[in-house]
């Protein structure tokens, strides 16, 4: 069963803010996020297992809701470097099998 | 610091050939993926392998595909005969334990014609 990511894409300028939201309509045992720029790999940002915990990697911090099963990656105050695809994968148990969301295109300006 | 390699970086072939598409994971790590990426869309998982044996697998991934460990480095894997939709990057990659991160290679660029 595959992530539902919103919005699709979203432009900001350099010092917004920004939430990136992944939901999935079966029990999650982890949320992972990923950003991929233009031609390159996936780069992992963060895991949330299940418990609602919330994790942060520089000024991009997430959550996990897990009554909503639904995760949320914060992008605060954001640089040019963090412009790309933000992927989130959702494993419904520990089953090895990420299922990747649609992405959303983030895009900052100066 | 370790990093997931693959080889080659691009690889170009006729519609019902076969192709071996070369992963070298991160030493240490027990559990291996690949996936796919059809230009500008999502990342397709493909399969997980774990102990010398496929552990998930997709739709996606039909009699037309396997995987191989041959040694104790490499993990391969083979399309038996290419389609034009087989065209896409083909990412390894690879992690140490179940719900952890993955590290991803850089991607092997397969074109069909």
Redesign the interface.
């Known amino acids: 069963q595959q992530p539902v990511q919103s919005p699709q894409a979203v432009i900001l300028r350099e010092g917004e803010d920004a939430v990136i939201n992944c939901s999935s309509s079966k029990a999650l045992?982890?949320v992972?996020w990923?950003r991929?720029k233009h031609g390159?790999?996936?780069?992992?940002l963060m895991?949330l297992?299940k418990g609602g915990e919330q994790k942060g990697h520089e000024k991009i911090s997430a959550s996990f809701n897990e009554k909503k099963q639904q995760s949320s990656l914060y992008l605060t105050a954001s640089q040019l470097s963090y412009s790309g695809t933000y992927?989130c994968?959702t494993?419904m148990r520990?089953?090895?099998?990420?299922?990747?969301?649609?992405?959303t295109t983030v895009t900052v300006r100066a | 610091e370790p990093e997931v390699t693959q080889t080659p970086s691009h690889q170009v072939t006729q519609m019902g050939q076969e192709v071996i598409l070369r992963c070298v994971p991160i030493s240490n790590h027990l559990?291996f993926?690949w996936?796919r990426q059809i230009l500008g869309?999502?990342?397709?998982?493909l399969v997980?392998f774990?102990n010398n044996e496929i552990?998930?697998k997709?739709e996606i991934f039909d009699d037309q595909f396997s995987v191989e460990r041959p040694d104790g480095s490499n993990f391969t894997l083979k399309i038996r005969s290419t389609k034009l939709e087989d065209s896409a990057m083909y990412?390894c990659a690879s992690s140490d334990r179940?719900?952890?991160?993955?590290?991803?290679?850089?991607?092997t660029r397969l074109t069909v014609t």
């Open positions: 045992y982890s992972h990923y991929q390159e790999a996936p780069v992992f895991i297992l992927f994968g494993e520990s089953d090895y099998k990420l299922s990747f969301g649609a992405g | 559990y993926y996936y869309q999502k990342v397709e998982f997980s774990y552990s998930e997709s990412f179940v719900a952890h991160e993955q590290y991803f290679g850089p991607g």
